[in-house]
């Protein structure tokens, strides 16, 4: 009882002592502000994640326009080669231009030969076309695992920045203004 009525005396003096509260914001700050007080790293990774971006996009418009293909282009082919028409089959396969195509085409050029030779031409021209559709995703790969330590980096640069900062400042004159900084950048 003896506490509660301190307390209510204590909150009235305290109302009455200062009668206008202003409320203190905090300035606003968005991922641009953010990224520029990053620091340098952060121009990297920005500049490292365009790039993935890019190169993801890239490689889905043309794995997606690969994998587009004629459910009549078997069809076609075997009515080509059936009624002997095989430049007419290689035409096709020319215009059609898909990896599939590219492989089909490269079969078609072959007959007359042994089946081995025929089919270690279509796994060549396969093996490339897995190559060509794999372009960039290595690039990808290695931004995937460095831009990390990259970060890691910027959070170490960022720590001794703050604890030279305070070992500069002297013994009696470390504030938090003087700390926030290179806490900040970690």
Not at 116 to 130: K, S, T, Y
Not at 138 to 155: E, R
Request: charged letters at 20%; proline letters at 3%; glycine letters at 10%.
């Amino acid at each position: 009882m003896l506490l509660a009525q301190g307390a209510i005396s204590l909150t009235d003096s305290l109302a009455t002592a200062n009668p206008v509260l202003t409320e203190v914001t905090a300035p606003e700050m968005n991922m641009f502000d953010m990224a520029v007080k990053g620091g340098w790293i952060m121009i990297v990774l920005g500049v490292l994640s365009v790039v993935c971006f890019y190169i993801l996009f890239e490689r889905n418009y043309v794995i997606r326009k690969a994998g587009k293909d004629d459910p009549m282009f078997m069809d076609k082919i075997k009515d080509y080669i059936h009624t002997g028409e095989i430049k007419a089959a290689l035409n096709y396969c020319r215009t059609v231009n898909t990896p599939a195509a590219r492989m089909v085409e490269k079969g078609i050029s072959r007959l007359g030969r042994p089946i081995n030779d025929v089919q270690a031409a279509i796994e060549n021209v396969g093996n490339i076309e897995v190559a060509r559709l794999e372009k960039g995703l290595i690039v990808m790969a290695t931004i995937s695992g460095g831009a990390p330590m990259l970060g890691f980096l910027g959070t170490v640069t960022g720590m001794v920045r703050a604890f030279y900062e305070m070992a500069n400042a002297g013994s009696g004159n470390i504030d938090i203004t003087l700390l926030s900084g290179g806490i900040y950048e970690a």
